[in-house]
């Protein structure tokens, strides 16, 4: 096992259950300093006490909501008092919902922008400055496949992560002189709890369960790039090729796939 996350400082939001849950997991296993972001303090509480008696790694837990910047700001802040300087920073909280354009109301496009977009893209901002200074750091932001392939029944959430992707491929150029990485994950469906939101009937669950990739996969993928020149990690390969094809060839992409994309 690689010893370069050893005494490493990560913050990783949406930590209390799926991806974030392995991958703070993970990231103790290998020697790291952990802080963990999520609404559900209580959840963070149990995971701290867990991975600090397994690992014998420090452990820092607060309660956030990305969609709240002025919460960002004064947490952010207490993390740099607490440990000085951030190393990684996993931008991983996140949800959708799967609904027509004309059935979503603006209220629930808002609430997926604001945590999906603004809220990443608020917590990078705090950690750009000390990483820049540091001429060190990696920034990894969680999108999806449908950053890259965009489905019917899904607008505002495919909308959300295009956003992303495009943030992190700007976000890249710009820190490329001050040595901080910067990596885009784009994972097709994942087994969590995110579907109890975005697939209320379960229609898509259904149509996709036996593709869908588990938490842990993920994680590892994700724990393996931190801290390299890693671009994008396009999970499972099968369907990031289809984004390759659907970006050469759209319209029989489209007409070919409209079947399978309506099983939402």
């Given at each position: 096992m690689s010893d370069r996350l050893k005494n490493k400082n990560i913050i990783i939001t949406g930590a209390s259950f799926g991806v974030g849950l392995e991958l703070a997991s993970l990231c103790a296993n290998r020697g790291a300093n952990l802080v963990l972001l999520?609404?559900?303090?209580?959840?963070?509480?149990?995971?701290?006490?867990e991975l600090e008696d397994r690992f014998s790694v420090s452990v820092f837990v607060y309660k956030l909501d990305?969609?709240?910047?002025?919460?960002?700001?004064?947490?952010?802040?207490?993390?740099?008092?607490?440990?000085?300087?951030?190393?990684?920073?996993?931008?991983?909280?996140?949800?959708?919902?799967?609904?027509?354009?004309?059935?979503?109301?603006?209220?629930?496009?808002?609430?997926?922008?604001?945590?999906?977009?603004?809220?990443?893209?608020?917590c990078t901002s705090m950690v750009l400055p000390w990483m820049k200074e540091r001429r060190s750091g990696h920034i990894i932001n969680v999108a999806s496949m449908a950053g890259k392939v965009a489905t019917p029944k899904s607008s505002a959430y495919c909308a959300t992560k295009h956003a992303v992707l495009g943030?992190?491929?700007?976000?890249r150029l710009e820190l490329a002189e001050h040595n901080v990485f910067v990596t885009a994950v784009n994972p097709g469906p994942i087994m969590t709890n995110f579907f109890t939101i975005a697939d209320k009937k379960g229609?898509?669950?259904?149509s996709v369960k036996k593709y869908m990739l588990t938490p842990v996969y993920v994680a590892e993928k994700i724990v393996n790039c931190m801290l390299t020149q890693t671009r994008e990690i396009n999970l499972p390969r099968w369907m990031n090729a289809g984004s390759v094809i659907y970006a050469l060839f759209p319209r029989a992409?489209?007409?070919?796939?409209?079947?399978?994309?309506?099983?939402?």
């Open positions: 999520a609404r559900s303090i209580e959840k963070l509480e149990q995971i701290k006490h990305v969609s709240n910047s002025d919460e960002i700001e004064r947490i952010f802040l207490e993390i740099k008092n607490e440990l000085g300087h951030v190393d990684i920073l996993v931008n991983n909280a996140g949800f959708g919902m799967f609904k027509e354009a004309d059935h979503i109301s603006l209220d629930e496009v808002k609430a997926m922008f604001n945590v999906n977009v603004i809220g990443l893209m608020a943030y992190t491929n700007s976000l229609t898509y669950v259904n992409f489209e007409r070919i796939g409209k079947r399978a994309f309506n099983k939402k």
